[in-house]
């Protein structure tokens, strides 16, 4: 679904878009629930109601809420091109399309391997304003994906917070609630967390000493069974 509004703009050549400086890279991260979203949607309205011509994209791996809308925690939707990657994006809107294109955004941005070639691509060459929202972290608080990569190139980088769910004090960092190991493990509040700093480490021991449990509690069940057959 085309999130492409519908302003009138003028043709430009690609000389013209170079030389534009209108183009810039905006970053908004933080840990999950912190209003990522949100922000990049509050920015992107913004463009479209200076009369910029305005698309967002998404990753077709996040479908929690809606496959054709990027969608905010409490329920604000905004139309999107779900995509596998970002590369693509140009030939998937039509060249004509992309031409008229002043800024695109993009929600989840961790997911997206091409993503420093795609911002490079679009506003070095291309003359667009992208604005990004993603993890900065993965619930083990490593890089999570291409997202820290951008930074680098960016104009702005914003970092927002959430509150921790155990004490209300600010959260920088996402814990996940289950024993899954994964690095991409898409959810919602039934799988992830905000915390601060000392719940995120008193939390993970938690997790650390359940997935020990769990890991022991398999091994038991195993050989249970073995002894079994054994037996028979």
């Not at 479209?48 to 496959?67: E, F, L, P």
């Not at 490593?142 to 104009?155: E, H, Y």
């Not at 996402?174 to 898409?186: G, M, P, S």
Request: hydrophobic share 35%.
């Amino acid at each position: 679904m085309s999130s492409l509004q519908s302003s009138p703009l003028s043709a430009s050549s690609d000389a013209d878009k170079r030389d534009n400086p209108m183009s810039e890279i905006h970053v908004i991260v933080g840990p999950m629930f912190a209003g990522k979203t949100t922000a990049l949607l509050r920015r992107i309205n913004s463009e479209c109601s200076n009369g910029r011509n305005v698309a967002m994209i998404k990753s077709s791996k996040d479908t929690r809420y809606a496959v054709d809308s990027v969608v905010t925690h409490d329920g604000i939707k905004f139309p999107c091109w779900a995509l596998p990657n970002l590369l693509s994006f140009k030939e998937t809107l039509g060249a004509e399309a992309y031409e008229k294109l002043d800024v695109i955004g993009i929600d989840e941005a961790q997911f997206f391997d091409d993503l420093y070639d795609f911002c490079c691509n679009a506003a070095d060459c291309n003359g667009k304003t992208v604005i990004l929202a993603g993890l900065d972290g993965d619930y083990m608080r490593r890089s999570f994906g291409s997202v820290l990569d951008i930074i680098p190139l960016a104009d702005t980088v914003t970092k927002l917070t959430a509150r921790c769910e155990l004490c209300r004090k600010q959260a920088f960092f996402t814990l996940r609630k289950t024993d899954e190991t994964k690095t991409e493990l898409i959810g919602g509040a039934d799988v992830y967390m905000p915390v601060c700093r000392q719940h995120y480490v008193n939390g993970q021991s938690v997790v650390e000493v359940t997935r020990t449990v769990l890991k022991s509690c398999s091994n038991v069940q195993t050989d249970s069974c073995l002894e079994e057959v054994a037996v028979v």
